[in-house]
């Protein structure tokens, strides 16, 4: 196939990441869109109908996931796939998730413009719940359809006003009633996720795009400390089964514990919840989490595995417990489709360099069912997951570019 043929619209691209960034727009130029919102949905219908302009068909699956094809001429062959998310953190940014279901649909249309039929279809899917901000478990969508967890596995997990996913799954399949349904599951010839790299690398290399190697392993805790509530100016401090000053012990605890001269390993407690939260009550429940990252998948399990351990030993007078939410072990991508996102940059006249991601990605539970690889644009100082994240419109583009000649090549 000729790539020279396959045209992407830049501005168009750019023009539907803008109108997207409008639903759940927050203060400086962030996006706050929740997985499974209203938000979410109206973000969605709009989607649709750009898909609809190129004649894309549109489903959705048990889990949510939402998925636009795109025939090719040989109807028993299997898809090739491409696609992201499209909730966003709290305080997010305009591009992490969104820029790789935009780019997807501006590829298929780029194909769509220049009349090319692929022998095999191209599915674009935008995966549900990817972030894992409002239940605290992300990529749920992506798990169930890899076949890791059923969608009702998750259902307790209740976000901040207490809603559980389950029900939240259940009011948004609802909601979409009107769009066919798909089955849960496939088996693609290929996956390709275009993403901002959210990391400083390739703004410092001044290298358009990365060619992803693979992700690197997350695992995610809740530690939860149990202790009992009293006055604070009635009952004598030593006493106490303070919770928060376990819980501070225990993260000062682990902090030590994690710590890496190297700065390889990445340990977080990102969210905490102080229970009755009020200023004269000694706190009796707390809980924090714990996201640990780490490229080399045993060395990840053994850290993990030691947090219960440095836990307890950190009580002085509360109980606690730790659950585990969220475990994703480190892959690494498919030849296969890293030469061809390699192959199709080179042809574009895009400069690339081989990365691996540190921040996860649906791809890694896809990459379980089929060969996958992904592409990244740089990202302005590396920031994300802030309202200030930024990639220009022509990087967003040659990363689109890039994906267009990829999704092609594996397409025919
Ligand atoms: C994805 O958002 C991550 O936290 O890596
Ligand atoms: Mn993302
Ligand atoms: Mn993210």
């Given at each position: 196939?000729?790539?020279?043929k ?6 168009r ?38 898909a ?66 692929t ?7 935008a995966?549900?719940?990817e ?14 359809w ?16 207490g ?15 009107d769009?066919p ?76 514990a ?18 009755p ?5 000694v ?11 780490h490229p080399?998948?045993?060395?990840l399990?053994?850290?993990g ?22 475990n994703?072990?480190?892959?690494v ?27 996860f ?43 267009a000649?990829a999704?092609?090549a594996?397409?025919s």
């Amino acid at each position: 196939m000729d790539n020279a043929k396959l045209v992407i619209s830049e501005a168009r691209q750019w023009d539907r990441l803008m109108a997207l960034a409008e639903i759940g727009a927050i203060v400086g130029d962030g996006v706050n869109r929740q997985a499974l919102t209203a938000l979410d949905r109206q973000a969605r219908r709009l989607v649709i109908g750009w898909a609809a302009e190129i004649g894309a068909s549109v489903s959705v699956d048990a889990a949510a996931n939402l998925w636009f094809r795109v025939e090719g001429s040989d109807p028993a062959a299997a898809p090739v796939l491409t696609g992201s998310h499209m909730d966003t953190q709290p305080k997010g940014g305009r591009f992490d998730g969104i820029y790789g279901v935009i780019a997807g649909l501006e590829a298929i249309a780029a194909l769509h413009d220049a009349g090319i039929v692929t022998r095999r279809p191209i599915e674009v899917v935008a995966w549900t719940n990817e972030e894992g901000c409002r239940f605290g478990i992300g990529c749920t969508g992506s798990m169930s359809w890899a076949g890791v967890h059923p969608t009702d596995f998750w259902d307790d997990r209740r976000d901040l006003a207490g809603v559980g996913y389950g029900k939240a799954l259940a009011e948004h399949l609802a909601a979409e009633a009107d769009i066919p349904r798909r089955a849960l599951g496939g088996v693609p010839h290929a996956y390709i996720e275009a993403h901002i790299e959210q990391g400083p690398l390739l703004e410092a290399a001044g290298v358009d795009v990365g060619v992803v190697t693979g992700i690197q392993g997350s695992r995610w805790f809740t530690v939860t400390v149990q202790g009992e509530s009293a006055h604070a100016g009635t009952s004598p401090v030593r006493g106490r089964k303070d919770a928060l000053q376990d819980a501070m012990r225990a993260i000062s605890a682990l902090s030590g514990a994690m710590d890496d001269p190297a700065d390889v390993l990445r340990f977080t407690v990102g969210h905490m919840v102080v229970l009755p939260n009020a200023s004269n009550s000694v706190a009796d429940h707390v809980t924090f989490s714990v996201d640990l990252r780490h490229p080399d998948g045993a060395f990840l399990t053994a850290r993990g595995d030691a947090i219960t351990g440095i836990v307890d030993a950190a009580m002085t007078t509360c109980t606690a417990s730790v659950h585990e939410g969220f475990n994703a072990q480190p892959v690494v991508f498919a030849a296969s489709v890293v030469d061809a996102i390699e192959a199709a940059a080179e042809a574009a006249s895009v400069s690339h360099v081989r990365l691996a991601s540190g921040a996860f990605h649906d791809a890694q539970f896809v990459s379980g069912v089929a060969p996958s690889g992904m592409i990244f644009v740089p990202s302005h100082k590396g920031i994300s997951h802030n309202p200030a994240e930024f990639s220009s419109s022509a990087q967003l583009a040659a990363g689109t570019q890039v994906l267009a000649n990829a999704l092609l090549a594996l397409a025919s």
